[in-house]
């Protein structure tokens, strides 16, 4: 009996041995093009003054989506969203990562062009643009600039509160302006050459 067990035991080891677990695996889908973000944000910001980067102020391509992203400003992720809030200052290096669902990754560097805040110096000067009302009900703005020899050119844009560019228009001095935007809260940004004013304006229907 005992020799029977010990054969049987033997017969089962061998059998053992020579088996095979196969483990099918799924193969995660391939991407036709490689991942690629690129930074596409290029305005002037004040130092230290707090910067909505949205979906309009980068570009991801390739890879396979969903993407998640890293924010990452002088070596530390600050953020993780679609969108991102930087507070920047002069010196500051940033980068952006962009994660596919194959966990591949692609990452841009960039750089801010951060001008000085306004100083009690230029009080007076900042004084002299005016944009209102910040309760809007008509769609109408009214923007003031400095009187000057020649009439200043200036830039206005308007943002949503995820940084997205909801209109842009040039004046020539002193100007109303008309824009259609949806209730809700938004940026109003003035530019000239030497000047940068941002005001936040509520939009009710």
């Known amino acids: 009996m005992k020799v029977y067990i010990l054969i049987f035991t033997l017969i089962g080891s061998l059998l053992c041995l020579h088996s095979q677990t196969i483990v099918k695996m799924e193969i995660p889908p391939q991407a036709k093009e490689p991942l690629e973000v690129v930074v596409l944000f290029d305005e002037q910001v004040p130092e230290g003054m707090p910067v909505v980067l949205g979906l309009m102020g980068y570009s991801v391509t390739g890879g396979i989506e969903p993407y998640t992203y890293e924010w990452i400003q002088n070596g530390k992720v600050i953020g993780t969203g679609d969108v991102a809030i930087i507070t920047p200052t002069k010196g500051d290096k940033f980068e952006l990562k962009a994660i596919d669902k194959n966990r591949c990754f692609s990452v841009n560097s960039f750089s801010m062009k951060v001008i000085a805040r306004i100083g009690s110096q230029d009080k007076e000067k900042g004084s002299e643009y005016k944009i209102f009302p910040t309760l809007v009900k008509n769609g109408l703005l009214h923007i003031t600039l400095p009187d000057a020899e020649s009439p200043l050119r200036a830039n206005v844009r308007i943002f949503d509160t995820n940084g997205a560019l909801k209109y842009q ?37």
Not at 181 to 200: I, R
């Open 169 to 205: 228009h040039q004046i020539i001095g002193s100007a109303d302006v008309t824009c259609e935007l949806a209730a809700g809260t938004y940026f109003v940004s003035v530019q000239t050459n030497d000047y940068h004013k941002v005001v936040k304006i509520i939009v009710q229907q």
